[in-house]
């Protein structure tokens, strides 16, 4: 069989790769052989300094309540001048300093992978037979740095005691195992990928080949932007169908592995999927002399129910509830002569308020009575009000060096309903949340295999008053500045 190597286009291909997107096309060294098949690999290594600076409890993601505050920030009830009386306001109460978050507050040093991790990634086409092409892709994302403990062991005792297998190293993630059918009729593709819904929010957003938001003292990936224009919609096993494009559109629908909550489902609640996920994306791309522009929709829906079955109260079994996680996107990107503007917004309904299912939904977990009205545990549920936008700008000098400023925020509603609030809800459910941050960025190529980048950014917190004890709100806040850089292949 006859071997060679061929050089493509890196600067295609990086988007796409970098987040494991199906560029095999784009790969950079493909093997070619015999019968019309192609074997081709890609993937990158980055390394990054953080340094971060965070306030008492500050969590990356917003997943806490804001600490507890000395007494000295409580409100006293006054009278006011026309004769009524404003309540007291308690100082605030929330979660212990290190839960979801980074202890008191810190000066953290770090030599992290970025947002992105290193990414090796395997790749194989088949010929094209009766019109149809077929191709699959596997890809591998290790991080290069462990949590903050220089040797750590799987268990306790020696390295070489039962149990142990050895020093531990970085995280691995298989991002993509992933087969894709193409034709004139579109594209048919299985396995694991990129979830649809925000997916192009993250490839659009600049600190995708920078840090974003630091990592704390963990060892995975930092957080870029999750939680502050965008939520996290992570790989996922799906069927998908995207068809041709016609006049510039194109669109895609996918057929998803459910997820449960996954934060607030104690005691098993929220655990019910026996329909599929389902996501879609509209894209509409052209392109003019010195630019082009590209539009956006997309969106997400989901049944998530309780399979708690209550003790019968008179002569009705109270069953388990359920509820709908549904939520819409729309976003543009216009690029002239180095110039790019770039804007999304989302809205819905029990996405989360950082991660996807992570915290969204809730149910009442225990069996209570709120005046004539008695419910079982698991029979009230709901999905807290979520949405979210980011701006950004940037400009790109002699087409190797792209400076940026971005800003962009998410909001998380508290829930309403009074059943899930009085015995659900817990600290994170019962404040109004608001994560925000501004970064600044500088990612140079210094030729088609090495990008250099450095960034500072500003990421707030901040939290409502508890609508059960009416404690007063507060925030966190951390600041992040970073360097590195990104090595291509």
């Not at 600076?53 to 001048?81: E, I």
């Not at 195992?177 to 192009?200: A, E, K």
């Not at 939520?231 to 016609?246: D, E």
């Not at 005691?267 to 999927?273: E, M, R, Y």
């Amino acid at each position: 069989m006859a071997t060679q190597f061929k050089k493509t286009g890196l600067a295609v291909a990086i988007g796409a790769a970098a987040l494991g997107l199906s560029a095999a096309a784009n790969a950079v060294v493909v093997v070619g052989g015999d019968n019309g098949w192609e074997v081709s690999f890609d993937g990158n290594i980055n390394a990054f300094y953080v340094n971060s600076s965070n306030d008492q409890g500050y969590n990356p993601l917003g997943l806490n309540a804001p600490v507890a505050s000395d007494a000295k920030d409580a409100v006293p009830a006054k009278v006011n001048d026309n004769g009524t009386t404003s309540p007291a306001v308690p100082a605030v109460v929330g979660t212990a300093p290190g839960t979801f978050g980074v202890g008191n507050g810190t000066n953290i040093s770090r030599v992290t992978s970025g947002f992105l991790p290193a990414f090796f990634s395997f790749n194989v086409k088949s010929p094209t037979v009766n019109g149809m092409t077929g191709s699959a892709r596997f890809s591998f994302a290790p991080t290069i740095n462990n949590s903050a403990t220089k040797n750590q062991l799987y268990g306790v005792g020696p390295l070489n005691a039962a149990g142990n297998n050895g020093i531990q190293g970085a995280s691995i993630d298989t991002r993509e195992v992933l087969v894709n059918l193409d034709g004139s009729f579109g594209t048919v593709s299985y396995g694991r990928t990129l979830s649809i819904f925000g997916r192009q929010a993250i490839l659009h957003d600049m600190t995708l080949f920078g840090v974003g938001i630091a990592n704390g003292l963990d060892g995975s990936v930092t957080a870029g932007r999750i939680g502050r224009g965008y939520t996290y919609p992570n790989f996922n096993a799906r069927f998908s169908y995207k068809t041709p494009v016609f006049s510039g559109f194109q669109a895609e629908i996918g057929l998803y592995d459910p997820s449960v909550e996954q934060l607030n489902a104690s005691p098993g609640l929220l655990n019910k999927v026996d329909i599929p996920r389902f996501e879609g994306e509209l894209n509409f791309n052209t392109a003019f002399t010195g630019g082009s522009v590209q539009l956006w929709f997309d969106g997400l829906w989901q049944d998530i129910g309780s399979t708690a079955i209550n003790v019968a109260q008179g002569a009705t079994t109270n069953r388990g509830g359920e509820t709908t996680v549904r939520a819409w996107g729309l976003g543009a990107e216009a690029k002239y002569m180095g110039f790019a503007m770039t804007g999304y917004y989302y809205d819905g309904q029990g996405l989360g308020r950082s991660l996807q299912f992570l915290g969204g939904t809730q149910c009442n977990t225990v069996a209570s009575t709120i005046g004539a009205q008695t419910v079982g545990a698991g029979s009230h549920c709901e999905a807290a009000d979520d949405s979210g936008y980011y701006l950004q700008g940037t400009y790109t000098f002699l087409g190797k060096t792209k400076v940026g400023l971005s800003y962009g925020e998410s909001r998380e509603d508290a829930f309403a309903d009074p059943f899930v609030r009085q015995n659900g809800a817990g600290n994170l459910g019962l404040r109004d949340a608001r994560l925000s941050m501004w970064t600044v960025g500088v990612y140079h190529d210094v030729n088609s295999w090495l990008k250099l980048i450095a960034e500072y950014s500003n990421a707030k917190n901040s939290y409502g008053k508890n609508v059960l004890t009416n404690s007063a709100g507060a925030s966190t806040q951390s600041d992040t500045f970073s360097i590195g850089s990104f090595f291509f292949w």
